[in-house]
């Protein structure tokens, strides 16, 4: 249950014990949860599931630099102006990512667990939370020149339908090949006048879906591999926990999950997890 949903219980709670006053008063009086309300009706994003102190800071940091200290009033404005929900949209997500991002993870992907999962001819993975595609593009040619012969099928969802729309597209910047290989890029992208361009062997093993991590339960023994990584680190510790094992049970067994190269899986035995590799957990077969 998100924390709005919990506030509002204890809200409904408190009134039909004949306390409500002082209660509601103090949600009514804090902005920051009347602005979640709002942006949760405008955008279906829950931002009660992040870290408040973290993303409050970043919500009224922006909100002063367009000269209003209120969020309330600043909530009145993006509903009012797509634009400003864009701008803010875009400060919100966070969507920063590369080719190639941590190139030591590729490395250890490709020479210690693509082999292992491509001896059942067919491999299927997630790229959960996969912005605009660069962990999802690189997934493919990795696995490309890995395991060649295998049937792989990656999917990349993310809570933001802009960047599904521009992933779909499988063009990157110069900038976003910075640590990437250069006689990878050459062999799986084409290099175009502002850019890289997705070649389509590598855009044919990729598809790309709007998704809430934090609502859908995937089915579970769906995949043989799944990334997570750079997503968690805005989310308060039990939802992130939770998310984990959620993507512990939609792992096959004998499947793989890879986090961030700042993040862990806090109880991974709970999860029937080995943590195999550095920040790669193998699930029980
Ligand atoms: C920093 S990017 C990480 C991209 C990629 N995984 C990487 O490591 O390069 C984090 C992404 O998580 C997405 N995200 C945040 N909350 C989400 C949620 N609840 N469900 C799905 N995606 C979410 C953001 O939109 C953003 O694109």
Same mark, same amino acid.
């Given at each position: 249950?998100?924390? %709005? +949903? @919990?506030?509002?219980?204890?809200? /409904?709670?408190?009134?039909?014990?004949? $306390?409500?006053?002082?209660? #509601?008063?103090?949600?009514?009086?804090?902005?920051?949860?009347?602005?979640?309300?709002?942006?949760?009706?405008?955008?279906?994003?829950?931002?009660?599931?992040?870290?408040?102190?973290?993303?409050?800071?970043?919500?009224?940091?922006?909100?002063?630099?367009?000269?209003?200290?209120?969020?309330?009033?600043?909530?009145?404005?993006?509903?009012?102006?797509?634009?400003?929900?864009?701008?803010? %949209? +875009? @400060?919100?997500?966070?969507?920063? /990512?590369?080719?190639?991002?941590?190139? $030591?993870?590729?490395?250890? #992907?490709?020479?210690?667990?693509?082999?292992?999962?491509?001896?059942?001819?067919?491999?299927?993975?997630?790229?959960a939370g996969s912005s605009y595609g660069a962990e999802a593009y690189t997934l493919a040619a990795v696995c490309r020149e890995a395991i060649p012969?295998?049937?792989?099928?990656?999917?990349?969802?993310?809570?933001?339908?802009?960047?599904?729309?521009?992933?779909?597209?499988?063009?990157?910047? %110069? +900038?976003?090949?910075?640590?990437?290989?250069?006689?990878?890029?050459?062999?799986?992208?084409?290099?175009?006048?502002?850019?890289?361009?997705?070649?389509?062997?590598?855009?044919?093993?990729?598809?790309?879906?709007?998704?809430?991590?934090?609502?859908?339960?995937?089915?579970?023994?769906?995949?043989?591999?799944?990334?997570?990584?750079?997503?968690?680190?805005?989310?308060?510790?039990?939802?992130?926990?939770?998310?984990?094992?959620?993507?512990?049970?939609?792992?096959?067994?004998?499947?793989?999950?890879?986090?961030?190269?700042?993040?862990?899986?806090?109880?991974?035995?709970?999860?029937?997890?080995?943590?195999?590799?550095?920040?790669?957990?193998?699930?029980?077969?």
């Amino acid at each position: 249950m998100s924390t %709005l +949903d @919990r506030n509002a219980r204890r809200a /409904s709670a408190e009134s039909s014990a004949g $306390q409500a006053a002082p209660r #509601l008063r103090k949600i009514a009086g804090d902005d920051y949860l009347v602005f979640c309300e709002l942006f949760l009706r405008l955008t279906s994003i829950d931002l009660g599931q992040y870290k408040r102190g973290q993303m409050e800071r970043r919500i009224r940091t922006f909100a002063e630099r367009a000269g209003i200290k209120d969020l309330e009033q600043y909530a009145a404005i993006i509903k009012a102006d797509p634009s400003e929900l864009e701008r803010f %949209l +875009d @400060r919100v997500t966070i969507n920063v /990512s590369q080719l190639w991002r941590n190139p $030591q993870q590729w490395a250890m #992907l490709a020479r210690d667990v693509l082999p292992v999962l491509a001896r059942d001819g067919k491999v299927k993975i997630w790229s959960a939370g996969s912005s605009y595609g660069a962990e999802a593009y690189t997934l493919a040619a990795v696995c490309r020149e890995a395991i060649p012969t295998a049937r792989v099928e990656i999917l990349g969802t993310d809570i933001d339908k802009r960047m599904v729309e521009r992933a779909r597209k499988g063009h990157f910047s %110069l +900038d976003d090949a910075r640590d990437a290989p250069r006689d990878g890029m050459a062999r799986w992208f084409d290099q175009v006048s502002d850019g890289w361009q997705a070649k389509p062997e590598i855009q044919k093993l990729v598809r790309f879906e709007v998704g809430d991590l934090l609502r859908v339960t995937p089915p579970a023994g769906t995949y043989d591999l799944i990334l997570c990584r750079n997503t968690v680190i805005y989310f308060s510790e039990d939802v992130r926990d939770a998310l984990h094992e959620r993507l512990a049970g939609a792992l096959k067994p004998g499947g793989f999950l890879m986090v961030g190269s700042t993040e862990r899986v806090s109880s991974p035995t709970q999860l029937k997890l080995d943590s195999c590799l550095p920040f790669t957990y193998r699930k029980a077969a």
